[in-house]
T-cell receptor, first 112, second 114 residues
């Protein structure tokens, strides 16, 4: 009955490397969201899944960013050829279709 | 997308009532007004949501005037632990049942002093 979990909690990588961030939503939640939060900034919407499909990818900042969701559950956000401006906290949230989103603790990504 | 405007920061004292107002002039018929709270190093947490008039739960009240172009989050008798960032957002619900294009903005940094 745990909440949304994300892994890793912290990730330090070198510029140019690829990273994968994982989100485990609350069991049974059909909607899943990815956000990015840079230091001192608000949340920036990245992508939203309904089941395994992504009706809204409008927030992905570049083609280096991609995300998938399998089995209507776990989602991975992949950032290829990371840049220093990708450093941020990446937050995942899930929803059962109601109006409340439940957020995970986030993954803090640092690109050196 | 309805854009929201809220104060960047507010200060208050323990035991006081705090009201944070958010403007959303371009709100559409199907939009709901939702408030989240975020503590440092944590993800946001849902506080309250409303469509019109007044909504109250165990944490807060939300006042929405008839024209729905603004809303006010009211926190009764705040304590030091209410120090957080509060986000107002307008949620548009897509045909798939999920929210499309959520925009949180920078929120209001509320600081409660002893």
């Amino acid at each position: 009955g745990a909440g949304v979990s994300q892994s890793p909690s912290n990730k330090v990588t070198e510029k140019g490397k690829d990273v994968e961030l994982r989100c485990d939503p609350i069991s049974g939640h059909t909607a899943l969201y990815w956000y990015r939060q840079s230091l001192g900034q608000g949340l920036e919407f990245l992508i939203y899944f309904q089941g395994n499909s992504a009706p809204d990818k409008s927030g992905l900042p570049s083609d280096r960013f991609s995300a998938e969701r399998t089995g209507g559950s776990v989602s991975t956000l992949t950032i290829q050829r990371t840049q220093q401006e990708d450093s941020a906290v990446y937050l995942c949230a899930s929803s059962s279709g109601g109006h409340e989103q439940f957020f995970g603790p986030g993954t803090r990504l640092t690109v050196l | 997308l309805a854009k929201t405007t809220q104060p960047i920061s507010m200060d208050s004292y323990e035991g006081q009532e705090v009201n944070i107002t958010c403007s959303h002039n371009n709100i559409a018929t199907n939009d709901y007004i939702t408030w989240y709270q975020q503590f440092p190093s944590q993800g946001p947490r849902f506080i309250i949501q409303g469509y019109k008039t007044k909504v109250t739960n165990e944490v807060a009240s939300l006042f929405i005037p008839a024209d729905r172009k603004s809303s006010t989050l009211s926190l009764p008798r705040v304590s030091l632990s209410d120090t957080a960032v509060y986000y107002c957002l307008v949620v548009v619900w897509g045909s798939g049942g999920g929210a499309d294009g959520l925009t949180f903005g920078k929120g209001t940094h509320l600081i409660i002093q002893p």
